[in-house]
């Protein structure tokens, strides 16, 4: 099953290579992961997903609590949570596909930030599923180039 | 011109004085901060520097022949003492040298500090003479690393390093200093205690884990005490001792928890797993209460794990949480330290009202019974001949002649094995030998290291032919040293443990295993200008202890032993505990 964590991880050189390193070195598996720096300077945080049972997931857990440079970590698909991944798609636009690719970007709340004659470069933002199907409509048109960012995550407000 | 000169040297007021020294100075004072009073190591370009202020300082240093041995010197004198071992070494070769060793202590959580040298900032990258990333390499050997980048950071990086080595579960910790921080102006700043918020180890058990722990305890009918090298690491082996004892629990030890509770005692069921004893794999296999104290289920201990203690409720005392159902799912976990963890259960049935000693020995007496039938039925053992030398013989007699006090070091293979089994440790700290990794090479080195913090001790390696020549050159280190350790080679001209796994499981093709030509030990010894003992039959065995043991200086012992001896019991790789080999 895959898990979303979030890693609070002090700044430091070589930190995310700590975290890379250990899934890599206990063969454990990196789905996506995103890092930038957080409000504090001092700190990046990190979404990994990462897939693997009750057990797998308890150890990549307890093993990056481990690391020196981890200041708080969770298993945020644990509880309810808003995700966002961003693609850009360069997609064959030519003659009636130019009007299609539109219409469906129209759809998908998605815009065209590049144009050639022959391609539209679009950008979408969304859960991992809204993107799956994005690419999914597109691909008979003709999909030239993607650039996925890993999914991004961040966990509700309680409702109160 | 002339007054500006003047001015700029005036003093200033003392309050404001601060104290503009080196990089090497501050590392040596820190050192000395930490009650560091002995450095192994080896100099070089980057640590040139470094080396010329400890010259003019207390601490002692200890020139080894290889870095290896340096990194295993510090752990050997850190395992036996208890307190933080350190290495120097230089950038590069000297580095990568000692990563073996660093993987060792990290396997076997032992607090060692090494610093290494770097090359000059400006030149870290650029594939400099004698640069290599080790910050890179140890990342997962150590429990933590750094790269000193700037001159404010040097020294309370070094002290976060100490902190760290010996806080929660130990472990190497690695500096990399370049060369133009060694030898950067900084100001020193005061002394104040560690504080890490993203460290913060768990020391003291949940007291309701306690409870459910004891509770358990009081219940169960056929309980075992599995204690680890946790036990040694937090020294608790008087709370272990005292817990098994008035509630006459069986013990069992790993490798790494030998000498955690005394070998010699009735409870004692010695060590456990691949090559433990029947009564301790068996208890192991029928308990309904397993008391994992320091212990981690490494895979040489519980064989097949679903054939491992299945009819088990299982407490686990550990510090580390990533070692709790890491291999085995634990009913009732502690995480703690294992000496807070064990008083706070002995505090509890000392204050439990109407517990009695002799009620727990009455209801666990079937129990004890049926564990004494299984020490009784199949005790360690082995073949004895008149004219051939037995090497459990060999350790029998060095444990009697030494009363076992001795401190042990080992290599790996049968010889560790041996020890292990025949050396019955009484006392924690005396048995050192790489147990997670297996490093042949270790024994040596962690002898003089063990050595050079008890002068007054009597401390052996206990080597095979093979392991021996992994840093045999270590013995000019212990002469010049001053570090008269006893080497006993069990030599059988064989690389002896993975010969016994292809004559059982191989077919007997000793692919690679026959060591045909060895040097002449005695010769070699002479060589070194330490004294070579040879013996070739059985009674030639105790008289050439008895003379090492009399000799103030190296001693090599070449025990020529029975050349196909094989260690037993032993349970095949990947299956059940309770599935040995008896003979």
Known sequence: MKHTLTILLRNKPGALSRVTGLFSGRNFNIESLCVAETLDPELSCLTLVTKGDAAIIEQITKQLHKLIDVVTLSDISEGEYVEREMVLIRVKADGQSRAEVLRIIDIFRGKVVDVSPNSYALEITGPESKIDAVLDILRPIGIKEIVRTGKIAMKRAPKK | ?583
């Open chain 2, 1 to 583: 011109m002339c007054s500006s000169f003047f001015l700029t040297h005036l003093p200033r007021k003392p309050g404001h004085v601060m104290s503009k020294i080196t990089g090497a100075e501050a590392i040596i004072k820190c050192l000395q901060e930490e009650g560091v009073d002995l450095i192994f190591g080896y100099p070089g370009g980057a640590v040139i520097e470094l080396y010329d202020e400890l010259l003019k300082s207390p601490i002692r240093h200890i020139l080894v022949r290889h870095e290896q041995g340096a990194v295993h010197a510090a752990d050997g004198y850190a395992r036996a003492s208890g307190k933080v071992g350190v290495a120097l070494l230089t950038s590069g070769p000297g580095a990568t040298n000692g990563v073996t060793a660093i993987a060792t202590a990290y396997s076997d959580s032992i607090p060692v500090v090494v610093l290494t040298g770097q090359v000059p900032r400006a030149l870290i990258g650029n594939d400099a003479f004698q640069e290599v990333d080790i910050v890179g390499i140890t990342r997962p050997c150590t429990k933590h690393n750094y790269l000193v980048n700037d001159p404010k950071d040097l020294v309370p990086t070094l002290r976060e390093a100490f902190y760290l080595a010996a806080a929660g579960r130990p472990g190497p910790v690695l500096v990399d200093l370049p060369k133009d921080i060694i030898a950067a102006t900084i100001d020193y700043p005061e002394k104040k205690p560690v504080k890490m918020p993203t460290y913060q180890p768990n020391t003291t058990p949940h007291p309701r884990q306690v409870e459910r722990a004891c509770r358990a305890i009081l219940q169960a009918k056929r309980p075992v005490l599995y204690v680890g090298g946790g036990v040694i690491l937090s020294n608790s082996n008087e709370e272990v001792t005292w817990l098994a004892r008035r509630l006459s629990i069986p013990v069992t030890m790993t490798l790494m928890g030998l000498g955690g509770f005394p070998g010699t005692d009735p409870l004692s069921l010695g060590m456990l797993g691949m090559h433990g004893t029947y009564a301790a794999n068996m208890a192991v296999a029928k308990s309904d209460l397993l008391i994992a104290v320091g212990s981690r289920f490494d895979d040489r201990v519980t064989g097949r794990l679903d054939a491992f203690a299945p009819e088990a409720k299982i407490i686990h005392i550990d510090i580390d949480p990533s070692s709790i159902s890491k291999n085995v799912s634990v009913d009732i976990p502690i995480v703690a330290d294992c000496k807070l963890a064990l008083a706070a259960i002995n505090n509890w049935f000392n204050n439990l009202q109407d517990f009695s000693e002799s009620a727990m020995h009455e209801q666990l007496g079937p129990w004890l019974a049926q564990v004494r039938e299984w020490q009784q039925a199949y005790p360690l053992g082995y073949i004895d001949d008149e004219e051939v030398i037995k090497p459990q013989y060999v350790i029998e007699k060095l444990q009697e002649l030494t009363n076992g006090q001795a401190i042990i070091t080992t290599e790996v293979g049968q010889n560790q094995m041996w020890a292990a089994q025949f050396y019955r440790f009484d006392h924690p700290r005396r048995l050192l030998t790489s147990g997670g990794l297996g490093t042949m090479g270790y024994g040596l080195p962690a002898a003089i290291g063990a050595q050079l913090a008890f002068p007054e001790a009597t401390v052996i390696d206990i080597a095979g032919d093979g392991s021996i020549q992994m840093n045999i050159q270590e013995l000019a280190t212990a002469k010049e040293s001053g570090a008269p350790v006893k080497v006993a080679i069990l030599n059988n001209s064989f690389l002896g443990m993975v010969r016994q796994w292809q004559e059982l499981f191989y077919k007997r093709h000793y692919a690679a295993t026959t060591m045909d030509f060895s040097p002449d030990f005695v010769t070699l010894a002479s060589a070194y200008q330490a004294v070579g003992l040879r013996a070739k039959t059985k009674a030639e065995v105790v008289p050439v202890i008895k003379e090492a043991l009399a000799t103030d200086n190296v001693v090599i012992m070449d025990f020529v032993i029975s050349r196909e001896e094989r260690v037993f019991p032993m349970v095949p790789a990947g299956k059940a505990t309770t599935e040995m080999l008896l003979v």
